[in-house]
């Protein structure tokens, strides 16, 4: 699901970052980039339900805490700014956590940006969390989680925007001579 421009105002710029960093955050692809952790609740994708698009991921528990991830490289001492949409009944808790790491694979010692939240169940919800990398962070891991122990929320138009990588922006090069970036 790209960005729309809202009612009255022209379509933003596109901007290739949205979709090299971090991949199917439309869930346009169903599961693919995107891994399960956890046992006792399910990770799938919903076709009748997506914001924007055709798909929105569903994650459904009975009791155990999961989440799903994706790894992402980031560009050094950058600010960057995740865009989501989520939707529960009223009180769902859901989380979103990003946590920073170097190129040897390990955690950096600053604090993991994280965003906690309750929907409203009225709808679709647009959340953002801007966060900062450091010297050392090279890499991150995307936890998508539903933190009530009993629920389903749905998540949709994840986007991690920012600078790209030496690499992305290859990527994100190629990709502009046919117009699709997904």
Request: hydrophobic share 35%; charged share 25%.
């Given at each position: 699901?790209?960005?729309?421009?809202?009612?009255?105002?022209?379509?933003?710029?596109?901007?290739?970052?949205?979709?090299t960093?971090?991949?199917?955050?439309?869930?346009?692809?169903?599961?693919?980039?995107?891994?399960?952790?956890?046992?006792?609740?399910?990770?799938?994708?919903?076709?009748?339900?997506?914001?924007?698009?055709?798909?929105?991921?569903?994650?459904?528990?009975?009791?155990?805490?999961?989440?799903?991830?994706?790894?992402?490289?980031?560009?050094?001492?950058?600010?960057?700014?995740?865009?989501?949409?989520?939707?529960?009944?009223?009180?769902?808790?859901?989380?979103?956590?990003?946590?920073?790491?170097?190129?040897?694979?390990?955690?950096?010692?600053?604090?993991?940006?994280?965003?906690?939240?309750?929907?409203?169940?009225?709808?679709?919800?647009?959340?953002?969390?801007t966060?900062?990398?450091?010297?050392?962070?090279?890499?991150?891991?995307?936890?998508?989680?539903?933190?009530?122990?009993?629920?389903?929320?749905?998540?949709?138009?994840?986007?991690?925007?920012?600078?790209?990588?030496?690499?992305?922006?290859?990527?994100?090069?190629?990709?502009?001579?046919?117009?699709?970036?997904?």
């Amino acid at each position: 699901a790209a960005p729309v421009a809202a009612p009255g105002e022209e379509a933003p710029e596109e901007k290739y970052s949205k979709y090299t960093i971090l991949k199917n955050g439309n869930f346009e692809e169903g599961t693919a980039d995107w891994s399960k952790a956890g046992q006792g609740f399910s990770f799938e994708t919903s076709q009748t339900d997506a914001p924007e698009g055709d798909s929105a991921a569903v994650l459904t528990t009975t009791g155990a805490a999961g989440f799903i991830i994706q790894q992402a490289q980031l560009k050094s001492s950058s600010e960057f700014t995740l865009t989501f949409q989520v939707k529960g009944a009223a009180g769902t808790k859901g989380m979103i956590k990003i946590e920073l790491a170097g190129a040897n694979g390990i955690l950096t010692s600053v604090p993991a940006p994280v965003l906690e939240f309750t929907t409203t169940g009225e709808g679709w919800e647009k959340k953002t969390l801007t966060f900062q990398t450091t010297e050392e962070t090279t890499r991150a891991n995307l936890l998508v989680r539903l933190l009530s122990s009993e629920g389903t929320i749905s998540y949709d138009d994840i986007y991690l925007d920012g600078p790209l990588t030496e690499e992305q922006q290859k990527e994100a090069d190629k990709m502009e001579g046919d117009g699709d970036p997904a």
